[in-house]
T-cell receptor, first 110, second 113 residues
Framework: KAGVTQTPRYLIKTRGQQVTLSCSPISGHRSVSWYQQTPGQGLQFLFEYFSETQRNKGNFPGRFSGRQFSNSRSEMNVSTLELGDSALYLC?????????FGPGTRLTVT | QQQVKQSPQSLIVQKGGISIINCAYENTAFDYFPWYQQFPGKGPALLIAIRPDVSEKKEGRFTISFNKSAKQFSLHIMDSQPGDSATYFCAASMLYNFNKFYFGSGTKLNVKP
């Protein structure tokens, strides 16, 4: 099976802009989670979707939002970008106990 | 409040040695404890995981030891190799409560040849 794929892999945006990141889970996986990874804060949970419904949300401002489509693909949106949003954004899909991560999207905000 | 505390932050081990990384947690509701390995430029990869009904799990050179009463678990890498040089993360979750994973801060392992 193909692994979790994320697009784009790299992105440079300007402060104040918005960005949309995409994630395709492993075939058959219905749960998709998003994480932000930074050197200072480590891996932080953003939110989790299952069957198009957000089931859980981390402690991030409302500028961070997401959605999941009927084919389990997911998108994450960040509006009004801030310099501190520069990070590696990781998507993970899960079936059963095991969670598998994609390669991430490296977002740089200038 | 950090739910999972990981130590050490960095670790240098000679080839063939044993690498040991420790994690501690507070929430007794956690019931799934995975370890992930991350190489630069890559996403974390699931390495090995344990549930609290067993005290040890071994897969090849990787072993998780779990101490439920102490609320601690550790990763042992036997016969460490330079190819094991990576950042390792422990994590914990409550699988039947919407699957929110809490990660440790990571340990950067450097195995010297």
């Amino acid at each position: 099976k193909a692994g979790v794929t994320q697009t784009p892999r790299y992105l440079i945006k300007t402060r104040g802009q918005q960005v949309t990141l995409s994630c395709s889970p492993i075939s058959g996986h219905r749960s998709v989670s998003w994480y932000q990874q930074t050197p200072g804060q480590g891996l932080q949970f953003l939110f989790e979707y299952f069957s198009e419904t957000q089931r859980n949300k981390g402690n991030f401002p409302g500028r961070f939002s997401g959605r999941q489509f009927s084919n389990s693909r997911s998108e994450m949106n960040v509006s009004t970008l801030e310099l501190g949003d520069s990070a590696l954004y990781l998507c993970a899909s899960r079936q059963g106990f095991e969670q598998y991560f994609g390669p991430g999207t490296r977002l740089t905000v200038t | 409040q950090q739910q999972v505390k990981q130590s050490p932050q960095s670790l240098i081990v000679q080839k063939g040695g044993i690498s040991i990384i420790n994690c501690a947690y507070e929430n007794t509701a956690f019931d799934y404890f995975p370890w992930y390995q991350q190489f630069p430029g890559k996403g974390p990869a699931l390495l090995i995981a344990i549930r609290p009904d067993v005290s040890e799990k071994k897969e090849g050179r990787f072993t998780i030891s779990f101490n439920k009463s102490a609320k601690q678990f550790s990763l042992h890498i036997m016969d460490s190799q330079p190819g094991d040089s990576a950042t390792y993360f422990c994590a914990a979750s409550m699988l039947y409560n919407f699957n929110k994973f809490y990660f440790g801060s990571g340990t950067k392992l450097n195995v010297k040849p």
